[in-house]
């Protein structure tokens, strides 16, 4: 165990970061399979490259790594979300969030695209004084209304 806690402990501190920016940021719509995968194989990659001393070879897998959470990224945030529904029906519809649905994604085998979609219930105007569901879809910033 000492020989793999160096690698332990900086793959421990990184997925923690990830987990409050995907809580935080994102609503936990981030797909992290690949990130996860390759912060796993960073603890036995760690342990043999930097006693060796193969900083290189070190560098490129920590930008594989790095490369996997930027394309594991939505391209939406949840607050952009919110915004680009409000510049869509109006700035005067009050949005609840109503959490996240999931995506029918049957046909599209992409690790790096998400399954899920943020939801908000509306109200307002703009939209008849009703209540309407909101799905955005994270990775194309379609929004699709559910239900008046």
């Not at 970061?17 to 719509?29: G, R, T, W």
């Not at 995968?37 to 990659?45: N, R």
Request: proline share 6%.
């Amino acid at each position: 165990m000492k020989k793999y806690g160096g690698g332990l402990i900086l793959s421990l501190v990184v997925l923690l970061f990830l987990l409050i920016v995907n809580a935080q940021v994102y609503h936990n719509l981030m797909p992290m399979n690949v990130p996860i995968i390759f912060l796993t194989l960073h603890v036995i990659i760690y342990r043999y490259l930097i006693p060796e001393q193969r900083f290189v070879a070190y560098f490129i897998f920590i930008l594989m790594v790095g490369v996997s959470v930027v394309f594991s990224l939505p391209e939406f945030t949840h607050q952009q979300a919110q915004e680009q529904i409000l510049a869509t029906y109006g700035s005067e519809l009050e949005l609840t969030t109503q959490g996240n649905l999931p995506l029918d994604r049957n046909d599209d085998w992409n690790p790096f695209s998400t399954n899920w979609g943020y939801a908000f219930l509306g109200t307002g105007p703009s939209i008849g004084d009703q209540h309407t569901s909101f799905l955005f879809i994270p990775d194309t910033g379609r929004i699709i209304e559910i239900a008046p």
